[in-house]
């Protein structure tokens, strides 16, 4: 059965929405040839590059031993510590680095409390802390999966031909590992890449913050977005290696997980290294914050964030909306007609998120200005920035739905006598309801806290949450700027709560 | 001295005895097969002499060392037993060559290319050496298994039902093989299986394995031919059991008298297998109710006022469902040992 054209034109749109913009900004960078002349570029580049290094090896260090622990020991309370320990990714890295400004310092929470005034963390440590809290579950979710599926006979087998415990992780656990360090590892570095929020608030000078400083400052066009195709060159490299390095799938465990090391009386011990961890990321922003929030909650920022609230809510319903109706052709093209052209769309639709923000929305401002300027700046456009960036995350949850749903489960109730909208109404709309919903929900969530992006394309007079809690921060306007981060804080958390119930719902 | 020695070992998870008083001992180049149904602890038993696990009681001996008991327990890599996997479990990441060459790594690189190459010849995969496990055949991982067990040349190597994933048609070439390559390097050799006729075919020694505790132990025929148990003898072949009082080498049966293997007296417990009864002039009447074909040979169901029995028959005698006929033993039977007496 062919893909009909409402199938084909809607996935079509999205894909050039993803595309244009990234061209555009090629286009513009080459044009502006002079600007690549100017010095600058290889500081900011080892500067981008170390602090992607440096999070990865805290990362991998972190979470390594935490991935071990939690699958492979006795672990006291390792089922709920599994889950607390990944509830840090769903803090907005901006929330972060405003709980290491707030608490710190000669005028910060640490300093009223106690009277203790630690240095305040700015530059390459206050971001690599605030950027290592919360991207480290990445790498522990992908490692924790990976020693799941490995055969302990594996290992059984490395130790009947002579290996001890030391050759054994060398020679057989690490090599099994290394997709999913690969896989983590991507992850990390582009999160690094597409951070925006965290080094301008530490004013680490990388790529984001330099396309920050010539965007908000100085206003040279050129530069910035030769500046925005380096990220986005990084960013495609990432992928290509990430691609490159990924070996063939493996078979994985078939027989019985290993058994569990037992820690004795190291295990009391052990609890609390590992709770210290996601505790630390989650009190980061969330006691700072409240401590604020509370001391000033009769103040005027109370009127000001219904305000916030209601304009980040303008943005991001429609943004999910426009999102899942995008997605669902997109899902039922790429499980129903897989092909060439169905895999180029999904890569796209991938591209688009993996994309550096400040990059793409960079493109996306140059566009708008070129070609339809009455657009630039306004709603709309920042609702469908937000839609087609977010598309490969409404995707996720679709396109698994879609493969859950047999073809032959249609087909079978096709035999039955239903007509195509009977199918549609009675087996495929019930069945993948949930991931619409799943979708949308991340979209939404994600729109709500998203920072670069709003940066660079919200209207005139447009003050989101995250704007604010950015803005706020920036002025080292820490007490104001606590009510915004809180919320956000508390979304992000909720999201993390929500979306798994609603993916597994049947 | 013999090459392997277990003693009384016993093995619990939680409350369930997974092993219990184990004892037996193998010599260099003897195959002992452990048979049993799943669950009555043979792979356990093979687990706790690699070391992967820690016996609770017992304990055991390679050439005299010991290797393990519950205050002492050598880690498997140390202990340099070869052990091949029921699902082969081949290095995902590694060929055929580093496969085979992985317990090798203390040898110096020369001797080592040689020995993996030797190796790999001897089981016909030379050709294969660059190829990865996922390309392999079921066939073809086995030997890699095999190969990667012997090459550090193990004086005993334990084998978990390794023939089981193959196809039929290649299961019984593939096991006289490995088999034979085993016995003419002088290893010792433990074979799990669930498979009684591969037990029969391929062991010198049989170990029947029940609910963690070993039945009987013997040669094939010993076991086949005089089980010690009801189970054995059901586990091993088909058997009729009936029951009798014995009078010194007789005893008084449902069939009429019964000659025995041994002297008993008092009620008794008899195992006849269908090939030790024959239908004929004399006997104990029966009727013929069912007749399966199987090829080389016809198996009868009959019944009688003396109960009912399996009988083996000769592909010529025209026996048919209804015909009536008499039924005899035609070997002695074989006393068994009653649950009582068995432990």
Redesign the interface.
Known sequence: MRASPWLWLPVALAAGAVLLPLLHLLVRAVEGGEAWGTPGYLPLLARTLLLAAAVLAADVLLALPLAWLVVRTALPGRGWLAVLLVLPLALPGYALAYGLLAATGPAGVLAEVFGWAPPRPSGFVGAWIALVAYTYPYLFLNLKAALGALDPRLEEAAGSLGHGPAARFFRIVLPALKPALFGGGAIVVLHVLADFGVVSLMRYETFSYAIYLQYAALYDQERAAALALWLLGLALLVLTLEGRWLSPNRPGRTGPPAPLAPLGRLGPLAFLAVAAVPLFALALPLLPAGYWAAKLAAGWVVADLPRALGQSLSVALPAALLSVAAATPLAVLSTRHPGALAGLATRLAYLGYASPPLAFGLGYVYLSLSYLPQLYQTLPLLILVYAVHFLAEALGPLRARMLALPPRLEEAARGLGAGRLEVFLRIRWPLIRPGLLAGGLIVFLGAMKELPLAFLLAPLGFESLALAAFDYTEEANYPYAAPFVLLLALVGLGSAALIPQLEKRR | MSLLEVRELTKRYGRRTAVEDLSFALDAGEILALLGPSGSGKTTTLRLI???ERPDDGWLRLSGRLLGSPERSL?????????V?Q?Y?L???LNVYENVA??L??MAARERRERTRLVLEQVGLTAFARRYP?ELSGGQQQRVALA??LA?EPPLVLLDEPFSSLDAALREGTRREVLGLLRRRGVGTLLVTHDQEEALAAADRIAVLREGRIEQIGSPEEVYHRPRTAFVAHFLGSTNLLSGTARGRVADTPLGPVELDRAAEGRVLLSLRPEHLELGAEGAPVVVEARSFKGHDVTLQVRGPAGSFRVQADYRLPFRPGDAARLRARERAVVLVSPAERR
């Open positions: 690699a070391g992967f880690p498997p890599e140390r202990r340099g037993i070869g052990y996997f699902e479990v290095f995902p990441h992985f317990g790594r203390r996922h990667r067990a550090p």
